[in-house]
Each structure stands twice: as C-alpha cells, then as structure tokens.
C-alpha cells in the first residue's frame, strides 16, 4: 500500500452505535489530519495531530473521538452521532513543522459516512 | 468569514483549450498556496503548489499565479481534457501553522 489509506470506504451507523474510522499513512509524514466535507461546504478542519500529539481541535463535538497511537496511523471513535454527522470523513497526512511553511497534505479516498 | 474564496462555482470549457480558475484570499499572513483536484467519492489529490516568494510555478499543464499584492492566485490548465473535469480547491497555509484553509471549490468541465 502507498500514500494516505483509510478504512472502511462506506459506513452507515444507527445514532446509538459505536464505530471507528481508520487512517494509515505510508509516506513517512509527521502530521496527521481529520477533516470532514458536508455536501456544498468547504472542507473543514476537524483535528491536527503533529509528532502524535493533538496540537488542534477545531471546536469539534466530543462524540468524535481522536486517536493517534503513532505517527503512521489516526483513528476517529464515533459515538452517539446525529444524522447531521453525515459526510465525507477525509484523512490527510503531511511532513508537518519541519516542513518550513511549505507543508503540503496528502489525502485518503474518504469515508462516506451515513447516520441513520 | 471565509478567508480562502473560490467565487466561481463552476467553469465549462471546451477540450484542448484553457481552464482559468480564481482563488482569493483576504490573510496577509498565508505565505504558501496549494490546488488540490477532487473527483466524486475520493480524496483531494495534490496538484501544485507556490510559495510566496514567487510568483509563478508551472508543472506540466499546470501554472499556478500569484499575485501578492492582490491577494489573488490563479491556475491554468492548458490544453484541458476531458480527464480534468472534476472539482478543484485552492488552499493556503502559513496564518497558523501546517493548518490548511480550503477554498469552496470550482467544479471545471472539459467538453469534448
């Protein structure tokens, strides 16, 4: 496997349900990004971790739970969600800060997340 | 406030000519700019980028344009073909880190 990965690639969940998102990097990359895109909206930010740490939580409701056990791979817990949680979940990794402000994100294929 | 715009929606341009795409921004502070291109259910894939020390980058069929001074950045896709239809999405960093603030994107069709 190359470049940014992520699991499942489709995924519909009951709002009482317990699910994990999984992401894998193979590019040697320091920083890993969740992001979230709902239909005719921009991408938004949801977290940064860089050198595994949470370095950024864009106001993101606790029942999306983050986890970054190394710097190859990101998960994101889901629990409780809402219909309105429906979108595209986006995965993306990059050097990080030692990239001297010309960092550049690499991303997976998504998941496509339905919530029932 | 959106600090990244993309004021097209979408752009409908005829095979083997070019595809303009405009971005601007309002942050002084974002030094480094990328596009990303997006076909339907996938991820954005890396186009190309430019630093803010320059003022022009090209790749291939693909240049990108920085103005400064406007605060405007543009990409040129010349010839385009029908394979380039899809969404694009500037991006700009260097306000807060390796954060990305993204542009709402401009859906280009290349008609045969």
Redesign the interface.
Known sequence: ETGVTQTPRHLVMGMTNKKSLKCEQHLGHNAMYWYKQSAKKPLELMFVYNFKEQTENNSVPSRFSPECPNSSHLFLHLHTLQPEDSALYLCASSLGPSAHNQDTQYFGPGTRLTVL | D?QVKQNSPSLSVQEGRISILNCDYTNSMF??F?W?KKYP??????LI?I?SIKDKNEDGRFTVFLNKSAKHLSLHIVPSQPGDSAVY?CAA??AA????T????TRVLVKP
Do not use: R
Not at chain 2, 102 to 105: I, R, V
């Open positions: 959106q030094d480094y990328l990303y259910a996938e991820g954005p894939t890396f980028s630093s999405f960093s260097g880190g390796n954060k990305l993204f542009g709402g994107g």
